[in-house]
């Protein structure tokens, strides 16, 4: 069980750190930033009960906003996701998510599912995350299209991390 609790600790700081030190200062076409970070989020087990996933994604998004300047913002987009993944996660079930030991990953549970998972939890966040730093509705379709281009971004290098970084057991 310790084991399970320094990978997760581990995993918190180098997402945080890969985020700040390196994605922070990417930008694709001028605007497109992907923020991986959030798969720490998509990771976590699922037996983690929905309080400590609340305060994990906001330690999370506080800690990327320290670093990034971002006053909060993070943070909310966070606990945001946070709370809406549960109900993605019984949204699109697997009967193997159940069983013990099993992570929401592409090793244990596929792509397809994955894909899915990922794809609405990233779109969720961005779009949190866009709309809060824009913080008006005038310019409403450029953000969301600005979230839509960086939701793909985003999801294609958790996807690429994923097939890079976890193997199948």
């Known amino acids: 069980m310790s084991n399970q ?12 750190l890969v985020q700040v ?15 991986v970070y959030i798969l720490f989020i998509l990771l976590l087990p699922f037996e983690t009960k929905r309080g400590v996933l609340l305060i994990l994604a906001f330690a999370l998004g506080l800690s990327v ?4 300047n971002s006053l909060g913002i993070h943070a909310a987009a966070c606990v945001f996701t946070a709370f809406f993944r549960p109900w993605v996660m019984s949204l699109i079930t697997s009967r193997k998510e159940y069983e013990p030991g099993v992570e929401p990953s592409i ?8 894909f899915m ?7 969720l966040h961005h779009l ?8 008006r509705f005038s310019n409403f379709f450029s953000t969301l299209g600005h979230s839509v281009l960086n939701t793909l971004f985003t999801v294609l290098f958790i ?4 097939y890079i970084f976890y193997r199948k057991k």
């Open 107 to 114: 090793a244990d549970l596929g792509f397809q599912w994955f």
């Open 21 to 35: 030190l390196l994605l922070n200062n990417i930008h694709f076409l001028g605007y497109i930033n992907p923020y």
């Open 159 to 162: 996807i690429l991390i994923q």
């Open 65 to 68: 906003d320290f670093f990034s």
């Open 117 to 123: 998972y990922s794809l609405i939890l990233v779109s």
């Open 5 to 16: 609790y320094i990978r997760i600790s581990s995993r918190f700081v180098i997402l945080i």
């Open 128 to 135: 949190m995350l866009f709309l809060l730093e824009i913080f």
